[in-house]
């Protein structure tokens, strides 16, 4: 069975395996998922919680965009260094994945929130913003130090696939204007020169209703 990862080309969490396939070398089939409001685990691929991306490979179902990641780089023919974050020794550098994935789960609820009505000034809304916010200005002060904790010769890192996918996504999704966080636009804008950044960029599966 060739590989096949279940998602959308909207979705951050989608996006990090997919920039990782690219960079490995590995043929990966994108199965669009139509309907995130469905409760059945078979809509998602076989998620039991309702989430994308999973990975359908010969050995089975993967769950999860670090997980997925481990798996691609297991399959793929290439030997590159990369940076997991449990590699992440530095309180800063662990830090700012903690926070890039706290920040990306955020955002999702954010934007499931907007999408099923839910009112702006809803406290879990306020509060949930108010989380990103602070992330966010965590992130633009400190990612740098972060990055620059990480080995020179490495090829690859979740910590920099990640930090991308959540920047490029807050403005695809019009949850966040990166104006006032000008160093990771900077970081977001070296990133997507990438040619596993420029064939992943993100779009609508669907025309919007
Ligand atoms: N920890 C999971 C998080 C997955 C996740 O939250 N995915 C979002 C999309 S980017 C999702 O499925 N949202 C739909 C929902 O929460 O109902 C991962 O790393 O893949």
């Known amino acids: 069975m060739p590989m096949h990862l279940q998602g959308r080309s909207s979705s951050h969490f989608t996006r990090i395996p997919r920039i990782f396939a690219a960079e490995l070398e590995i043929d990966l089939e994108l199965h669009v998922i139509a309907d995130l409001l469905s409760t059945d685990p078979l809509d998602y691929g076989g998620h039991p919680a309702l989430k994308m991306p999973t990975l359908h490979t010969d050995a089975g179902i993967w769950f999860g965009s670090l997980p997925i990641c481990r798996e691609l780089a297991l399959c793929s023919d290439l030997s590159l260094d990369i940076v997991w974050p449990e590699d992440l020794q ?50 633009e002060m400190n990612h740098l130090r972060a990055i620059d904790t990480l080995p020179p010769e490495r090829d690859l890192s979740f910590l920099e696939v990640s930090l991308f996918c959540l920047i490029e996504h807050l403005e695809f999704r019009e949850v966040l204007s990166l104006d006032a966080y000008p160093a990771l636009r900077a970081f977001g804008q070296r990133f997507a020169r990438k040619s596993s950044a420029r064939a992943t960029e993100f779009k609508f599966d669907f025309p919007s209703p």
């Open 90 to 139: 530095r309180p800063v550098a662990a830090n700012a994945q903690e926070l890039v994935l706290t920040a990306m789960s955020t955002e999702v609820g954010l934007i499931m929130g907007k999408a099923s009505g839910v009112a702006a000034d809803n406290a879990q809304q306020v509060k949930l913003r108010a989380s990103l916010l602070g992330a966010m200005d965590w992130l």
